[in-house]
Nanobody, 120 residues
């Protein structure tokens, strides 16, 4: 079983920065992918950023490109999301996600979420 714990959310003014962290525990293969999602009440969960097992490949939603940076430390099983130039529309609950393929299909785990509020 994999457990994910996010931290670092909070209230920030527009234009400000926040750094989210995710710590994973439990047994995982080395090739797992880590992602950040976000969700507002009544809306679908949105994929924000993805980083591969090696950390060599990253992808971002168009809405956050150039402002957010995803990184990971595979040895420590941690992941971070540096969020700069925050906008009110970035207000959401942010979720850490780990996924990897198995013979029986894709296995995915979620953290409990951390609230990010961008407001003046």
């Amino acid at each position: 079983q994999v457990q994910l714990v996010e931290s670092g959310g909070g209230l920030v003014q527009p234009g400000g920065s926040l750094r989210l962290s995710c710590a994973a525990s439990g047994s995982m293969p080395n090739f797992y992918v880590m992602c950040w999602y976000r969700q507002s009440p009544g809306k679908q969960r949105e994929l924000v950023a993805t980083i591969t097992g090696s950390g060599g490949s990253t992808n971002y939603a168009d809405s956050v490109k150039g402002r957010f940076t995803i990184s990971r430390d595979s040895a420590k099983k941690t992941m971070e999301l540096q969020m700069n130039s925050l906008k009110p529309e970035d207000t959401d609950v942010y979720y850490c996600n780990v996924k990897y393929p198995t013979f029986s299909g894709l296995r995915a785990y979620w953290g409990q979420g951390t609230q990010v509020t961008v407001s003046s």
